[in-house]
């Protein structure tokens, strides 16, 4: 049996230690307020079922495929991105808003993946700062010169959440 404790705005699992309450810091039994933090073991349990529904959402869009994924790259993938956002419906939100632009966009599963990586990177951040401020370092790796493939790259990332989609 466990107990909970709030501490400097976290919730602390405390552990028995024969017949006294200790807390276990450094331990990775700290977790946000908002909810105890989800785990990997949880991913195959717990949020299975939701997982499952965006790897098959997944697999019936209509994407171009130059290489073949398989159904456990789609759910590792999604399980990754929950497992950074920490959050279901953001994570949901975030592989329905991402797989509608592929489709819209005509992208492979690959460039699915890799969007899905840089949404959960940026979770947290100010959208807008972070892209500018990617803009501005690839520009100035590249001479200050910006190619039309990375312009698109950073008007579809800006535009991803700022029009209503098919939630």
Do not use: C
């Amino acid at each position: 049996m466990f107990t909970y404790q709030v501490f400097n705005g976290y919730i602390t699992r405390l552990k028995r230690a024969r017949s006294s309450l200790v807390i276990s810091p450094g331990s990775g039994y700290v977790w946000p307020v908002n909810g105890l933090r989800i785990g990997p073991a949880q991913l195959a349990t717990d949020y299975k079922d939701l997982i499952d529904h965006l790897a098959r959402r997944w697999t019936a869009a209509d994407l171009p495929a130059p290489i073949s994924y398989l159904y456990l790259d789609y759910v590792q993938a999604i399980g990754t991105l929950l497992l950074t956002t920490q959050d279901t419906d953001r994570t949901r939100l975030i592989v329905t808003r991402v797989l509608n632009q592929a489709m819209a966009l005509g992208r492979s599963s690959v460039w699915v993946e890799q969007e899905l990586n840089f949404e959960g990177m940026i979770n947290g951040a100010d959208r807008v700062d972070f892209l500018r401020l990617d803009l501005e370092q690839t520009a100035s790796v590249q001479n200050n010169i910006l190619d039309d493939q990375t312009l698109d790259t950073y008007n579809e990332r800006l535009t991803r959440f700022s029009t209503s989609g098919d939630d």
